[in-house]
């Protein structure tokens, strides 16, 4: 069974940056893109940034040039650099893998940005 532990949430200041971890059981992880969610209150959870096991990238248009994500496969491990956050990117953070495993869904970990 796939295990997903999100962690390094917070509050910070505008401007702020943090780095959530995401700590992977399970197999899915060797084998499929992995991905950082997020969903904000009253809106849809939305994929913000994504990693295939080959390194490639993607980021959706509003975190682009802020955030980064990264894996360590030894860790099992996946993180999102957040740089330069935004009020706007208040929301709970949740790893999965791309396109997500609807059983796979952990607590998520809450980031709220402060004005």
């Known amino acids: 069974q796939v295990q997903l532990v999100e962690s390094g949430g917070g509050l910070v200041q505008a401007g702020g940056s943090l780095r959530l971890s995401c700590a992977v059981s399970g197999t899915i992880f060797s084998i499929n893109a992995m991905g950082w969610y997020r969903q904000a209150p009253g809106k849809q959870r939305e994929l913000v940034a994504s990693?295939?096991?080959?390194?490639?990238?993607k980021y959706a248009d509003s975190v682009k040039g802020r955030f980064a994500i990264s894996r360590d496969n030894a860790k099992n491990t996946v993180y999102l650099r957040m740089n330069d956050l935004k009020p706007e990117d208040t929301a709970v953070y949740y790893c999965?893998?791309?396109?997500?495993?609807?059983?796979?869904w952990g607590q998520g970990t809450q980031v709220t940005v402060s004005s």
């Open positions: 999965n893998s791309v396109p997500y495993d609807y059983a796979s």
């Open positions: 990693m295939r096991i080959g390194g490639d990238t």
